[in-house]
């Protein structure tokens, strides 16, 4: 951890947070049974989505990765602030409630990325393919 650029964040986290992965912030979704863009297109064919619902269903995905990827690239930065603050040896309490208040605004931002797209998903499908996704999911 101490040859890490950003010791919060690993390479791998990093890599992760730009390429827009999920990093299972939506599960309280999931694990209630909400399905999310990603898995749904993972399971199309099990579930027996139209090629109109996959269209869709694409776009929300699309969009969402995009605003991850944006919103991982805020919480790097104020990640990277936090860094820049202790190498520099002279974070105030002040500094660090600001610096720290905007990492917890960036990763509230993620989340909610994640987690409001699976308020978008059930909208198109019919109770029998959320059950399925339900049933393929375990």
Not at 22 to 39: I, T
Not at 103 to 111: F, I, V
Not at 113 to 135: C, G
Request: cysteine-free.
């Amino acid at each position: 951890m101490e040859g890490r650029e950003i010791k919060s964040l690993s390479a791998e986290d990093i890599k992760d947070l730009r390429a827009g992965r999920g990093w299972s912030l939506a599960l309280a979704a999931e694990l209630n049974g909400v399905p999310g863009p990603a898995h749904l297109l993972e399971l199309k064919d099990g579930i027996g989505l139209s090629p109109d619902q996959v269209l869709t269903i694409e776009a929300i995905f699309a969009a969402m990765q995009a605003e991850a990827q944006a919103a991982g690239e805020r919480l790097i930065a104020a990640e990277a602030a936090i860094e820049a603050a202790f190498r520099a040896d002279d974070p105030t309490p002040d500094a660090l409630r600001a610096l720290t208040d905007a990492t917890a605004e960036a990763w509230a931002d993620l989340r909610f990325i994640y987690v409001s797209r699976h308020l978008e998903t059930p909208l198109l499908l019919t109770v029998e393919q959320i059950a399925r996704y339900n049933e393929l999911r375990g």
